[in-house]
Nanobody, 113 residues
Framework: VQLQASGGGLVQAGGSLRLSCTAS????????MGWYRQASGKQRELVAV???????RYADSVKGRFTISRDNAKHTVALQMNSLKPEDTAVYYC????????WGQGTQVTVSS
């Protein structure tokens, strides 16, 4: 399984970005997908998860601002990020959980104040 993430960039506080992650292989529709992030000098943390059944879970810090979604036909998971804050600055990693954990390469999100 390979995960290819895209959509990061530089945005001003209050702005929006949409991250996308495409997975290879045939296990996508049966897998839980998620986004994690790691800020400089900090541990990697969960941002949002969407289960194979479509259930979602968010970190408290992003609730109401971020939305995770998936398209099983396209093998993609997306993270819509609105009302971005400087503290959202981090490298964002796509994550797939099936028989084991798979990680994408990470995409940088920088929010300027």
């Amino acid at each position: 399984v390979q995960l290819q993430a895209s959509g990061g960039g530089l945005v001003q506080a209050g702005g929006s970005l949409r991250l996308s992650c495409t997975a290879s292989g045939s296990i996508f529709s049966n897998s839980d997908m998620g986004w994690y992030r790691q800020a400089s000098g900090k541990q990697r943390e969960l941002v949002a998860v969407i289960t194979s059944g479509g259930g979602t879970r968010y970190a408290d810090s992003v609730k109401g601002r971020f939305t995770i979604s998936r398209d099983n036909a396209k093998h993609t998971v997306a993270l819509q990020m609105n009302s971005l804050k400087p503290e959202d600055t981090a490298v964002y990693y796509c994550h797939l959980n099936y028989d084991q954990i798979y990680w994408g390469q990470g995409t940088q999100v920088t929010v300027s104040s």
